[in-house]
Protein backbone atom coordinates (compact mmCIF):
# COMPACT_ATOMS: atom_id res chain seq x y z
CA UNK A 1 0.00 0.00 0.00
CA UNK A 2 1.36 3.49 -1.25
CA UNK A 3 0.53 6.73 -1.89
CA UNK A 4 1.80 7.71 -5.49
CA UNK A 5 1.31 11.06 -7.98
CA UNK A 6 -1.55 8.38 -9.66
CA UNK A 7 -3.51 7.66 -6.70
CA UNK A 8 -3.58 11.34 -5.59
CA UNK A 9 -5.13 12.08 -8.94
CA UNK A 10 -7.80 8.93 -9.08
CA UNK A 11 -9.15 10.10 -4.86
CA UNK A 12 -9.66 13.31 -5.92
CA UNK A 13 -11.12 12.41 -9.40
CA UNK A 14 -13.23 9.73 -7.64
CA UNK A 15 -14.36 11.82 -5.25
CA UNK A 16 -14.93 15.39 -7.11
CA UNK A 17 -17.30 13.35 -9.43
CA UNK A 18 -19.53 11.52 -6.71
CA UNK A 19 -19.74 14.69 -4.51
CA UNK A 20 -21.35 16.70 -7.54
CA UNK A 21 -23.37 13.63 -8.43
CA UNK A 22 -24.62 13.34 -4.50
CA UNK A 23 -24.83 17.34 -4.42
CA UNK A 24 -27.66 17.15 -7.13
CA UNK A 25 -29.16 14.16 -6.09
CA UNK A 26 -29.94 15.30 -2.70
CA UNK A 27 -30.35 18.40 -3.07
CA UNK A 28 -33.53 17.32 -5.60
CA UNK A 29 -34.26 14.86 -2.67
CA UNK A 30 -34.20 12.10 -4.62
CA UNK A 31 -31.50 10.97 -2.84
CA UNK A 32 -33.18 10.95 0.37
CA UNK A 33 -36.19 9.65 -1.00
CA UNK A 34 -34.10 6.63 -1.58
CA UNK A 35 -31.47 6.51 0.62
CA UNK A 36 -33.09 8.47 3.73
CA UNK A 37 -31.34 11.41 5.40
CA UNK A 38 -28.24 8.82 7.46
CA UNK A 39 -28.16 7.08 4.01
CA UNK A 40 -26.97 10.83 2.18
CA UNK A 41 -24.65 11.15 5.18
CA UNK A 42 -23.36 7.52 4.55
CA UNK A 43 -22.51 8.34 1.05
CA UNK A 44 -20.85 11.86 1.88
CA UNK A 45 -18.42 10.06 4.54
CA UNK A 46 -17.25 8.04 1.72
CA UNK A 47 -16.28 10.60 -0.42
CA UNK A 48 -14.03 11.76 2.26
CA UNK A 49 -13.01 8.64 3.12
CA UNK A 50 -11.90 8.52 -0.68
CA UNK A 51 -10.04 11.57 -0.17
CA UNK A 52 -8.48 11.08 2.53
CA UNK A 53 -6.88 7.74 1.78
CA UNK A 54 -5.19 7.80 -1.49
CA UNK A 55 -3.34 4.74 -2.04
CA UNK A 56 -2.79 2.12 -4.25
CA UNK A 57 -2.68 -1.53 -3.13
CA UNK A 58 -0.78 -4.31 -4.41
CA UNK A 59 -4.16 -5.90 -6.20
CA UNK A 60 -4.59 -2.16 -7.84
CA UNK A 61 -4.45 -2.75 -11.72
CA UNK A 62 -2.73 -0.10 -14.06
CA UNK A 63 -4.33 1.16 -16.53
CA UNK A 64 -2.79 3.58 -19.11
CA UNK A 65 -4.40 6.92 -19.80
CA UNK A 66 -3.39 7.15 -23.07
CA UNK A 67 -2.17 10.76 -24.98
CA UNK A 68 -3.08 13.25 -23.84
CA UNK A 69 -2.89 12.04 -20.15
CA UNK A 70 0.85 11.31 -20.83
CA UNK A 71 0.83 14.94 -22.00
CA UNK A 72 -0.79 16.51 -18.74
CA UNK A 73 1.78 13.92 -16.61
CA UNK A 74 5.24 15.25 -18.69
CA UNK A 75 4.18 18.98 -18.78
CA UNK A 76 3.31 18.61 -14.89
CA UNK A 77 5.82 16.43 -13.75
CA UNK A 78 8.84 15.75 -16.11
CA UNK A 79 9.43 19.01 -17.67
CA UNK A 80 11.88 21.42 -16.38
CA UNK A 81 10.56 25.08 -16.33
CA UNK A 82 11.78 26.90 -13.48
CA UNK A 83 15.65 27.75 -13.19
CA UNK A 84 15.80 24.31 -15.71
CA UNK A 85 15.56 21.90 -12.46
CA UNK A 86 11.65 22.57 -10.80
CA UNK A 87 8.88 21.07 -12.13
CA UNK A 88 5.19 22.81 -12.12
CA UNK A 89 4.13 19.70 -9.87
CA UNK A 90 6.97 20.18 -7.71
CA UNK A 91 6.45 24.06 -7.61
CA UNK A 92 2.54 23.09 -7.12
CA UNK A 93 3.28 20.96 -4.62
CA UNK A 94 5.02 23.15 -2.25
CA UNK A 95 2.45 25.33 -2.74
CA UNK A 96 -0.32 22.69 -1.34
CA UNK A 97 1.77 21.93 1.31
CA UNK A 98 2.12 25.58 2.26
CA UNK A 99 -1.77 26.47 2.60
CA UNK A 100 -2.50 23.24 3.91
CA UNK A 101 0.36 24.30 7.18
CA UNK A 102 -1.19 28.13 7.35
CA UNK A 103 -5.13 26.59 7.49
CA UNK A 104 -4.23 24.13 9.91
CA UNK A 105 -2.70 26.32 12.15
CA UNK A 106 -5.29 28.68 11.97
CA UNK A 107 -8.07 26.08 12.48
CA UNK A 108 -5.75 24.82 15.64
CA UNK A 109 -5.25 28.59 17.01
CA UNK A 110 -9.30 29.31 16.15
CA UNK A 111 -10.27 25.68 18.03
CA UNK A 112 -7.85 26.81 20.91
CA UNK A 113 -9.73 30.50 21.40
CA UNK A 114 -12.92 28.77 21.18
CA UNK A 115 -12.09 26.23 23.74
CA UNK A 116 -10.51 28.30 26.12
CA UNK A 117 -13.58 30.90 25.89
CA UNK A 118 -15.84 28.40 26.99
CA UNK A 119 -13.48 27.70 29.34
CA UNK A 120 -13.12 30.93 30.59
CA UNK A 121 -17.09 32.53 30.74
CA UNK A 122 -19.23 31.66 33.99
CA UNK A 123 -21.31 28.84 33.64
CA UNK A 124 -23.87 27.20 36.09
CA UNK A 125 -25.52 23.86 35.73
CA UNK A 126 -29.33 23.67 34.77
CA UNK A 127 -31.13 21.29 37.04
CA UNK A 128 -34.47 21.47 35.34
CA UNK A 129 -32.85 20.81 31.57
CA UNK A 130 -30.38 17.95 32.97
CA UNK A 131 -33.80 16.36 34.43
CA UNK A 132 -35.14 16.70 30.76
CA UNK A 133 -31.89 15.35 29.72
CA UNK A 134 -32.51 12.28 31.78
CA UNK A 135 -35.57 11.24 29.66
CA UNK A 136 -33.58 12.00 26.37
CA UNK A 137 -30.72 10.26 26.43
CA UNK A 138 -30.30 6.11 26.75
CA UNK A 139 -26.99 5.59 26.94
CA UNK A 140 -23.70 6.57 29.27
CA UNK A 141 -22.21 9.58 30.13
CA UNK A 142 -24.71 12.17 29.94
CA UNK A 143 -23.31 15.52 28.71
CA UNK A 144 -23.10 18.11 30.80
CA UNK A 145 -25.80 21.43 30.37
CA UNK A 146 -24.73 24.40 31.55
CA UNK A 147 -26.13 27.77 31.10
CA UNK A 148 -24.41 31.13 30.41
CA UNK A 149 -25.49 34.37 29.70
CA UNK A 150 -21.82 35.06 27.11
CA UNK A 151 -23.80 32.83 24.41
CA UNK A 152 -27.53 34.18 22.96
CA UNK A 153 -28.20 30.82 21.01
CA UNK A 154 -27.46 26.92 22.19
CA UNK A 155 -24.86 25.29 21.24
CA UNK A 156 -23.13 21.97 21.96
CA UNK A 157 -19.36 20.77 22.15
CA UNK A 158 -17.01 17.95 22.91
CA UNK A 159 -15.77 14.80 21.66
CA UNK A 160 -15.53 13.10 24.96
CA UNK A 161 -16.23 15.28 27.81
CA UNK A 162 -19.91 16.22 26.10
CA UNK A 163 -21.54 19.82 26.82
CA UNK A 164 -24.53 21.35 26.01
CA UNK A 165 -24.51 24.96 26.56
CA UNK A 166 -28.30 27.02 26.87
CA UNK A 167 -28.22 30.76 26.78
CA UNK A 168 -29.95 32.91 30.36
CA UNK A 169 -33.37 32.94 28.97
CA UNK A 170 -36.44 32.05 29.98
CA UNK A 171 -37.67 29.24 28.29
CA UNK A 172 -40.85 26.90 28.64
CA UNK A 173 -40.76 23.43 29.59
CA UNK A 174 -41.66 22.38 25.76
CA UNK A 175 -39.29 24.73 24.52
CA UNK A 176 -36.19 23.60 26.56
CA UNK A 177 -37.20 19.90 25.46
CA UNK A 178 -37.35 21.22 21.97
CA UNK A 179 -33.75 22.03 21.92
CA UNK A 180 -32.18 19.80 23.98
CA UNK A 181 -33.92 17.17 21.78
CA UNK A 182 -31.89 18.69 18.86
CA UNK A 183 -28.53 19.31 20.30
CA UNK A 184 -28.68 15.54 21.75
CA UNK A 185 -29.29 14.20 18.93
CA UNK A 186 -26.01 16.09 17.42
CA UNK A 187 -23.76 14.62 20.56
CA UNK A 188 -25.40 11.04 19.96
CA UNK A 189 -24.11 10.84 16.58
CA UNK A 190 -20.93 12.04 17.01
CA UNK A 191 -21.13 15.21 14.45
CA UNK A 192 -18.84 17.29 16.34
CA UNK A 193 -16.28 14.80 15.44
CA UNK A 194 -17.35 14.76 11.58
CA UNK A 195 -17.39 18.83 11.68
CA UNK A 196 -14.19 18.16 12.56
CA UNK A 197 -12.81 15.80 10.62
CA UNK A 198 -14.55 17.85 7.43
CA UNK A 199 -12.70 21.08 8.42
CA UNK A 200 -9.06 18.94 8.71
CA UNK A 201 -10.13 17.59 5.31
CA UNK A 202 -10.64 21.46 3.73
CA UNK A 203 -7.21 21.96 5.43
CA UNK A 204 -5.66 19.41 3.18
CA UNK A 205 -7.49 19.77 0.11
CA UNK A 206 -7.56 23.34 0.34
CA UNK A 207 -7.64 24.16 -3.49
CA UNK A 208 -10.68 21.62 -4.52
CA UNK A 209 -13.74 23.47 -4.10
CA UNK A 210 -15.61 20.31 -4.15
CA UNK A 211 -15.03 19.67 -0.37
CA UNK A 212 -15.78 23.33 0.66
CA UNK A 213 -19.67 21.93 -1.30
CA UNK A 214 -19.24 18.82 0.74
CA UNK A 215 -18.49 20.54 3.99
CA UNK A 216 -21.74 23.04 3.20
CA UNK A 217 -24.51 19.66 2.51
CA UNK A 218 -22.70 17.54 5.09
CA UNK A 219 -23.41 19.96 8.03
CA UNK A 220 -26.96 20.69 6.33
CA UNK A 221 -27.42 16.87 6.06
CA UNK A 222 -26.45 16.82 9.78
CA UNK A 223 -28.84 19.66 10.92
CA UNK A 224 -31.59 17.92 8.96
CA UNK A 225 -30.63 14.67 10.28
CA UNK A 226 -31.01 16.44 13.99
CA UNK A 227 -34.20 17.69 12.82
CA UNK A 228 -36.07 14.80 11.67
CA UNK A 229 -34.76 13.10 14.58
CA UNK A 230 -36.47 15.91 17.28
CA UNK A 231 -39.59 15.71 14.85
CA UNK A 232 -39.86 12.19 15.53
CA UNK A 233 -40.04 11.68 19.56
CA UNK A 234 -43.05 14.46 19.38
CA UNK A 235 -46.23 14.37 19.03
CA UNK A 236 -47.51 15.28 15.51
CA UNK A 237 -49.53 18.69 16.68
CA UNK A 238 -46.11 19.93 18.02
CA UNK A 239 -44.43 19.61 14.86
CA UNK A 240 -44.97 23.42 14.58
CA UNK A 241 -43.85 24.36 18.07
CA UNK A 242 -40.54 22.64 17.09
CA UNK A 243 -40.58 25.02 14.21
CA UNK A 244 -41.21 28.41 15.89
CA UNK A 245 -38.65 27.34 18.40
CA UNK A 246 -35.73 26.70 15.87
CA UNK A 247 -37.17 30.37 13.98
CA UNK A 248 -36.86 32.21 17.01
CA UNK A 249 -33.55 30.98 17.72
CA UNK A 250 -32.25 31.87 14.13
CA UNK A 251 -33.74 35.47 15.02
CA UNK A 252 -31.67 35.81 17.45
CA UNK A 253 -28.40 34.56 15.95
CA UNK A 254 -28.85 37.31 13.47
CA UNK A 255 -28.67 39.86 16.06
CA UNK A 256 -25.88 38.64 17.54
CA UNK A 257 -24.12 37.36 14.94
CA UNK A 258 -23.97 33.93 16.41
CA UNK A 259 -24.37 31.11 13.96
CA UNK A 260 -24.01 27.78 16.00
CA UNK A 261 -26.57 25.10 17.26
CA UNK A 262 -30.26 25.07 15.79
CA UNK A 263 -29.91 27.27 13.22
CA UNK A 264 -28.01 28.35 10.13
CA UNK A 265 -26.51 31.41 9.06
CA UNK A 266 -28.18 31.07 5.49
CA UNK A 267 -32.22 31.18 5.19
CA UNK A 268 -32.80 28.95 1.89
CA UNK A 269 -30.94 26.14 3.70
CA UNK A 270 -32.91 26.78 7.02
CA UNK A 271 -36.03 27.30 4.59
CA UNK A 272 -34.90 23.59 2.89
CA UNK A 273 -34.96 22.10 6.58
CA UNK A 274 -38.32 23.56 7.43
CA UNK A 275 -39.89 21.61 4.16
CA UNK A 276 -37.94 18.61 4.99
CA UNK A 277 -39.46 18.44 8.49
CA UNK A 278 -42.77 19.29 7.05
CA UNK A 279 -42.64 16.72 4.72
CA UNK A 280 -41.78 14.39 7.20
CA UNK A 281 -39.31 12.87 5.33
CA UNK A 282 -37.07 9.55 5.58
CA UNK A 283 -34.51 9.71 8.29
CA UNK A 284 -33.67 6.19 9.26
CA UNK A 285 -35.46 3.71 6.54
CA UNK A 286 -33.99 0.22 7.16
CA UNK A 287 -33.35 -1.03 3.73
CA UNK A 288 -32.38 3.25 2.92
CA UNK A 289 -29.29 2.29 4.70
CA UNK A 290 -28.46 -0.96 3.32
CA UNK A 291 -28.53 0.12 0.07
CA UNK A 292 -26.45 3.03 1.04
CA UNK A 293 -23.54 1.28 2.72
CA UNK A 294 -23.59 -1.38 -0.08
CA UNK A 295 -23.32 1.60 -2.53
CA UNK A 296 -20.44 3.04 -0.80
CA UNK A 297 -18.97 -0.41 0.04
CA UNK A 298 -18.83 -0.90 -4.02
CA UNK A 299 -17.78 2.53 -4.78
CA UNK A 300 -15.30 2.44 -2.63
CA UNK A 301 -14.00 -1.49 -4.31
CA UNK A 302 -14.20 0.13 -7.60
CA UNK A 303 -12.42 3.33 -6.70
CA UNK A 304 -9.01 1.55 -5.67
CA UNK A 305 -9.60 -1.26 -8.15
CA UNK A 306 -7.55 0.36 -10.41
CA UNK A 307 -5.51 3.56 -11.37
CA UNK A 308 -4.78 5.41 -14.51
CA UNK A 309 -1.00 5.76 -15.23
CA UNK A 310 1.34 6.87 -17.89
CA UNK A 311 2.64 4.68 -20.71
CA UNK A 312 6.48 6.10 -22.00
CA UNK A 313 8.13 3.95 -24.21
CA UNK A 314 11.60 5.69 -24.95
CA UNK A 315 12.80 6.46 -28.10
CA UNK A 316 15.41 3.85 -29.93
CA UNK A 317 18.09 6.58 -30.39
CA UNK A 318 17.91 7.20 -26.85
CA UNK A 319 18.43 3.62 -26.45
CA UNK A 320 21.00 2.55 -28.88
CA UNK A 321 23.86 5.46 -27.77
CA UNK A 322 26.45 3.17 -29.65
CA UNK A 323 26.69 1.56 -32.59
CA UNK A 324 27.67 -1.63 -31.47
CA UNK A 325 24.57 -1.48 -29.19
CA UNK A 326 21.93 -3.61 -31.05
CA UNK A 327 18.45 -4.98 -29.50
CA UNK A 328 17.87 -8.57 -28.22
CA UNK A 329 14.66 -9.72 -29.03
CA UNK A 330 13.30 -13.70 -29.21
CA UNK A 331 13.29 -13.04 -33.13
CA UNK A 332 16.98 -12.05 -33.71
CA UNK A 333 18.78 -14.48 -31.08
CA UNK A 334 18.71 -17.52 -29.07
CA UNK A 335 20.17 -19.30 -26.16
CA UNK A 336 22.89 -22.11 -26.37
CA UNK A 337 23.34 -24.20 -22.85
CA UNK A 338 26.64 -25.97 -23.03
CA UNK A 339 27.62 -29.13 -21.36
CA UNK A 340 29.03 -27.74 -18.35
CA UNK A 341 25.65 -26.02 -18.02
CA UNK A 342 27.48 -21.85 -19.44
CA UNK A 343 25.21 -20.33 -21.61
CA UNK A 344 25.92 -18.10 -24.46
CA UNK A 345 23.39 -15.47 -26.56
CA UNK A 346 23.59 -16.09 -29.70
CA UNK A 347 23.49 -12.88 -31.94
CA UNK A 348 24.80 -11.69 -34.99
CA UNK A 349 26.62 -14.72 -35.55
CA UNK A 350 28.34 -14.25 -32.23
CA UNK A 351 28.00 -16.01 -28.54
CA UNK A 352 28.22 -13.33 -25.71
CA UNK A 353 28.37 -15.39 -22.36
CA UNK A 354 25.56 -14.96 -20.18
CA UNK A 355 24.91 -15.42 -16.52
CA UNK A 356 22.62 -18.41 -15.65
CA UNK A 357 20.38 -16.07 -14.00
CA UNK A 358 20.24 -13.61 -16.89
CA UNK A 359 19.16 -16.99 -18.79
CA UNK A 360 16.67 -17.80 -17.04
CA UNK A 361 14.96 -14.43 -17.45
CA UNK A 362 15.50 -14.73 -20.96
CA UNK A 363 14.29 -18.22 -20.96
CA UNK A 364 11.40 -16.94 -18.57
CA UNK A 365 10.75 -14.05 -21.62
CA UNK A 366 10.44 -16.88 -24.88
CA UNK A 367 13.71 -17.08 -25.41
CA UNK A 368 14.60 -20.48 -27.59
CA UNK A 369 17.19 -22.75 -25.76
CA UNK A 370 19.26 -25.28 -27.71
CA UNK A 371 21.35 -27.76 -25.93
CA UNK A 372 24.93 -28.09 -27.06
CA UNK A 373 25.04 -31.76 -25.71
CA UNK A 374 22.44 -32.82 -28.17
CA UNK A 375 24.60 -32.03 -31.50
Known amino acids: ?15 SILILIFYVLRTKYKLIDVCSVSGVIVLYLFCM ?8 FPWTKIIFGG ?22 FD ?5 WYLGTILILMHYLIQYAKIARY ?7 RNSRAAQIVDTIWNGSKKPD ?23 DKRYTEEQLRFILLHECSHLKNNDILVKNLINILCALYWWNPCVYLLKKDLRQSLEIRCDLTAVQQLAHSSKGDYLAVILSEYKDSLKTGNATGLHYDN ?29 AGFLLFISYSFVLQTEYEAPMEDIETEQDAHEVNQNNSYLIKTDTGTYFVHILNKDVAISEEMAQLMIKDGFTVIDKSEW
Open 1 to 15: MYITFFSVCMAVLWS
Open 49 to 56: IRMAVPVE
Open 67 to 88: TLYNRIYYFFCIERHIGNCISV
Open 91 to 95: LLRWI
Open 118 to 124: FGEMPLQ
Open 145 to 167: ILQTASVKTPCCFGILRKKIIIP
Open 267 to 295: PKLLLERFQLVAKERRIFAKKGNILAWTI
